[in-house]
Protein backbone atom coordinates (compact mmCIF):
# COMPACT_ATOMS: atom_id res chain seq x y z
CA UNK A 1 0.00 0.00 0.00
CA UNK A 2 1.24 2.91 -0.85
CA UNK A 3 2.06 5.50 2.44
CA UNK A 4 2.91 8.41 1.20
CA UNK A 5 0.68 9.94 -1.89
CA UNK A 6 1.13 13.08 -3.60
CA UNK A 7 -1.85 13.59 -5.87
CA UNK A 8 -0.14 15.87 -7.85
CA UNK A 9 1.64 14.71 -11.03
CA UNK A 10 2.45 17.90 -12.14
CA UNK A 11 1.66 21.93 -11.79
CA UNK A 12 2.70 24.21 -13.80
CA UNK A 13 2.10 27.53 -13.17
CA UNK A 14 3.82 30.99 -14.26
CA UNK A 15 6.51 33.23 -12.46
CA UNK A 16 5.88 35.00 -9.30
CA UNK A 17 2.53 32.74 -8.58
CA UNK A 18 2.26 30.50 -5.45
CA UNK A 19 2.86 26.95 -5.87
CA UNK A 20 1.58 24.25 -2.90
CA UNK A 21 2.60 20.57 -3.11
CA UNK A 22 0.35 18.29 -1.16
CA UNK A 23 2.21 15.45 0.42
CA UNK A 24 -0.46 12.55 2.21
CA UNK A 25 1.20 10.12 4.70
CA UNK A 26 0.14 6.79 6.19
CA UNK A 27 1.67 5.65 9.33
CA UNK A 28 0.25 3.52 12.42
CA UNK A 29 3.54 4.74 14.22
CA UNK A 30 3.61 7.31 17.06
CA UNK A 31 7.55 8.40 15.91
CA UNK A 32 7.82 8.90 12.27
CA UNK A 33 9.73 11.77 10.14
CA UNK A 34 8.71 13.34 7.03
CA UNK A 35 11.57 14.89 4.60
CA UNK A 36 10.78 16.92 1.23
CA UNK A 37 13.56 16.65 -1.87
CA UNK A 38 14.03 18.53 -4.54
CA UNK A 39 14.89 16.73 -8.04
CA UNK A 40 15.94 19.75 -10.77
CA UNK A 41 16.74 18.37 -14.59
CA UNK A 42 20.24 17.52 -13.64
CA UNK A 43 18.96 14.58 -11.75
CA UNK A 44 20.06 15.29 -8.39
CA UNK A 45 18.18 14.82 -5.43
CA UNK A 46 18.47 17.50 -3.18
CA UNK A 47 17.20 17.40 1.08
CA UNK A 48 14.76 20.60 1.48
CA UNK A 49 13.52 19.59 5.03
CA UNK A 50 13.21 17.03 7.70
CA UNK A 51 10.44 16.85 10.39
CA UNK A 52 9.77 14.80 13.00
CA UNK A 53 5.92 13.48 14.33
CA UNK A 54 6.51 15.59 17.48
CA UNK A 55 7.09 18.99 15.97
CA UNK A 56 4.12 20.29 14.41
CA UNK A 57 5.11 23.85 14.17
CA UNK A 58 5.28 24.78 10.18
CA UNK A 59 8.45 25.86 9.22
CA UNK A 60 9.49 28.97 6.75
CA UNK A 61 13.16 28.86 4.58
CA UNK A 62 12.98 32.29 2.37
CA UNK A 63 10.44 31.85 -0.28
CA UNK A 64 9.74 28.34 0.94
CA UNK A 65 6.93 27.10 3.79
CA UNK A 66 5.85 23.82 5.13
CA UNK A 67 2.35 22.96 6.86
CA UNK A 68 2.33 20.06 8.94
CA UNK A 69 -0.91 18.81 10.42
CA UNK A 70 -1.01 15.28 12.02
CA UNK A 71 -4.91 15.32 12.39
CA UNK A 72 -4.76 15.09 8.39
CA UNK A 73 -1.30 13.26 8.29
CA UNK A 74 -0.26 15.81 5.70
CA UNK A 75 2.65 17.78 5.31
CA UNK A 76 2.63 20.27 2.57
CA UNK A 77 5.26 22.08 0.52
CA UNK A 78 4.35 26.05 -0.44
CA UNK A 79 7.13 27.73 -2.81
CA UNK A 80 6.03 31.46 -2.43
CA UNK A 81 6.75 34.02 -5.62
CA UNK A 82 7.96 30.89 -7.78
CA UNK A 83 10.82 31.19 -9.78
CA UNK A 84 11.84 29.48 -12.85
CA UNK A 85 15.05 28.11 -10.70
CA UNK A 86 12.19 25.97 -8.78
CA UNK A 87 10.96 23.87 -11.53
CA UNK A 88 11.96 20.53 -10.41
CA UNK A 89 10.15 17.29 -9.27
CA UNK A 90 9.34 17.37 -6.08
CA UNK A 91 8.97 14.52 -3.42
CA UNK A 92 7.83 13.41 0.15
CA UNK A 93 9.30 10.76 1.98
CA UNK A 94 8.02 9.15 5.16
CA UNK A 95 10.84 7.14 7.79
CA UNK A 96 8.72 5.23 10.41
CA UNK A 97 9.55 3.41 13.44
CA UNK A 98 13.41 3.13 14.94
CA UNK A 99 14.49 -0.13 13.52
CA UNK A 100 13.33 1.13 10.41
CA UNK A 101 15.03 4.58 9.95
CA UNK A 102 16.68 3.51 7.32
CA UNK A 103 13.63 2.86 5.11
CA UNK A 104 12.16 5.80 3.02
CA UNK A 105 8.98 5.72 1.52
CA UNK A 106 8.96 8.13 -1.18
CA UNK A 107 6.13 9.34 -3.08
CA UNK A 108 5.63 9.26 -6.65
CA UNK A 109 6.67 12.85 -6.87
CA UNK A 110 4.69 16.18 -8.13
CA UNK A 111 6.50 18.14 -11.53
CA UNK A 112 6.31 21.77 -11.29
CA UNK A 113 6.84 23.99 -13.85
CA UNK A 114 7.77 27.14 -13.80
CA UNK A 115 7.43 29.50 -17.15
CA UNK A 116 8.36 32.84 -17.08
CA UNK B 1 33.32 18.84 2.38
CA UNK B 2 32.39 16.68 -0.08
CA UNK B 3 28.70 14.82 -0.90
CA UNK B 4 28.46 11.21 -2.04
CA UNK B 5 30.22 10.16 -4.92
CA UNK B 6 29.03 7.97 -7.60
CA UNK B 7 30.83 6.65 -11.05
CA UNK B 8 30.16 5.86 -13.37
CA UNK B 9 27.85 8.50 -14.29
CA UNK B 10 26.52 7.62 -16.94
CA UNK B 11 26.94 3.21 -18.01
CA UNK B 12 26.04 2.02 -21.84
CA UNK B 13 26.31 -1.69 -22.17
CA UNK B 14 24.29 -4.75 -23.56
CA UNK B 15 22.18 -7.31 -22.58
CA UNK B 16 24.33 -10.10 -20.59
CA UNK B 17 26.85 -7.90 -19.46
CA UNK B 18 28.01 -7.56 -15.83
CA UNK B 19 27.57 -3.87 -14.77
CA UNK B 20 29.58 -2.67 -11.45
CA UNK B 21 27.94 0.43 -10.09
CA UNK B 22 30.36 2.14 -6.93
CA UNK B 23 29.65 4.47 -4.18
CA UNK B 24 31.88 6.54 -1.56
CA UNK B 25 29.78 7.87 0.99
CA UNK B 26 30.38 11.09 3.21
CA UNK B 27 33.06 10.57 5.46
CA UNK B 28 31.59 10.12 8.46
CA UNK B 29 28.22 8.24 7.57
CA UNK B 30 27.43 4.61 8.58
CA UNK B 31 24.84 4.16 7.03
CA UNK B 32 24.13 3.65 3.11
CA UNK B 33 21.61 3.13 0.86
CA UNK B 34 21.28 2.13 -2.58
CA UNK B 35 18.06 3.01 -4.58
CA UNK B 36 16.86 2.45 -8.05
CA UNK B 37 14.26 5.53 -10.29
CA UNK B 38 12.15 4.67 -12.68
CA UNK B 39 9.24 6.05 -14.47
CA UNK B 40 6.98 3.27 -13.82
CA UNK B 41 7.81 2.65 -10.37
CA UNK B 42 9.43 5.55 -8.90
CA UNK B 43 12.25 5.98 -5.94
CA UNK B 44 12.53 2.27 -4.72
CA UNK B 45 15.42 1.24 -2.04
CA UNK B 46 17.38 -1.90 -3.04
CA UNK B 47 19.26 -2.22 0.23
CA UNK B 48 20.91 -0.66 2.75
CA UNK B 49 23.87 -1.46 5.29
CA UNK B 50 24.74 0.04 8.71
CA UNK B 51 28.22 0.34 9.48
CA UNK B 52 29.27 -2.17 6.67
CA UNK B 53 26.52 -4.32 7.09
CA UNK B 54 23.68 -5.24 4.81
CA UNK B 55 20.09 -4.71 6.70
CA UNK B 56 17.57 -5.13 4.60
CA UNK B 57 18.11 -6.63 1.05
CA UNK B 58 14.26 -6.75 0.10
CA UNK B 59 14.33 -4.27 -1.93
CA UNK B 60 16.83 -6.09 -4.43
CA UNK B 61 14.67 -7.20 -7.19
CA UNK B 62 16.39 -11.01 -7.87
CA UNK B 63 19.35 -12.70 -7.50
CA UNK B 64 21.27 -10.60 -10.69
CA UNK B 65 21.30 -7.81 -8.20
CA UNK B 66 23.97 -8.00 -5.35
CA UNK B 67 25.49 -5.41 -3.14
CA UNK B 68 28.53 -4.98 -1.11
CA UNK B 69 30.40 -2.79 1.80
CA UNK B 70 33.90 -3.77 2.19
CA UNK B 71 34.53 -1.21 4.15
CA UNK B 72 33.49 2.22 5.58
CA UNK B 73 34.08 4.25 2.19
CA UNK B 74 33.11 2.14 -0.63
CA UNK B 75 30.48 0.34 -1.59
CA UNK B 76 29.15 -1.43 -5.01
CA UNK B 77 25.78 -2.88 -6.62
CA UNK B 78 26.35 -5.36 -9.09
CA UNK B 79 24.32 -6.84 -11.91
CA UNK B 80 25.05 -9.68 -13.51
CA UNK B 81 23.89 -10.40 -16.29
CA UNK B 82 22.16 -6.92 -17.15
CA UNK B 83 18.68 -6.58 -18.86
CA UNK B 84 16.99 -3.92 -20.87
CA UNK B 85 14.99 -3.60 -17.61
CA UNK B 86 17.75 -2.74 -15.74
CA UNK B 87 18.24 0.62 -17.20
CA UNK B 88 16.96 3.25 -14.84
CA UNK B 89 18.44 5.97 -12.88
CA UNK B 90 20.58 4.07 -9.49
CA UNK B 91 21.00 6.43 -6.79
CA UNK B 92 23.88 6.04 -3.48
CA UNK B 93 22.94 7.69 -0.38
CA UNK B 94 24.30 7.99 3.09
CA UNK B 95 23.70 9.33 6.29
CA UNK B 96 24.84 8.80 10.46
CA UNK B 97 23.49 5.97 11.94
CA UNK B 98 22.10 8.11 15.00
CA UNK B 99 19.17 9.23 16.44
CA UNK B 100 17.19 10.51 15.79
CA UNK B 101 17.07 9.67 12.62
CA UNK B 102 19.45 11.57 10.09
CA UNK B 103 18.89 12.61 6.75
CA UNK B 104 19.97 10.82 4.01
CA UNK B 105 22.26 12.42 1.18
CA UNK B 106 22.32 11.18 -2.19
CA UNK B 107 24.77 11.18 -4.75
CA UNK B 108 24.24 12.42 -8.42
CA UNK B 109 23.34 8.98 -9.49
CA UNK B 110 24.53 6.90 -12.35
CA UNK B 111 22.32 6.32 -15.45
CA UNK B 112 22.25 2.96 -16.75
CA UNK B 113 21.16 1.53 -20.20
CA UNK B 114 20.99 -1.45 -20.88
CA UNK B 115 20.78 -2.25 -24.63
Known amino acids: AQKVTQAQTEISVVEKEDVTLDCVYE???????LFWYKQPPSGELVFLIRRNSFDEQNEISGRYSWNFQKSTSSFNFTITASQVVDSAVYFC?????????????FGAGTQVVVTP | DAGVIQSPRHEVTEMGQEVTLRCKPI?????LFWYRQTMMRGLELLIYFNNNVPIDDSGMPEDRFSAKMPNASFSTLKIQPSEPRDSAVYFC?????????????FGPGTRLTVL
Open chain 2, 27 to 31: SGHNS
Open chain 1, 27 to 33: TRDTTYY
Open chain 1, 93 to 105: ALSEAPDSWGKFQ
Open chain 2, 93 to 105: ASKTAGAPVDTQY
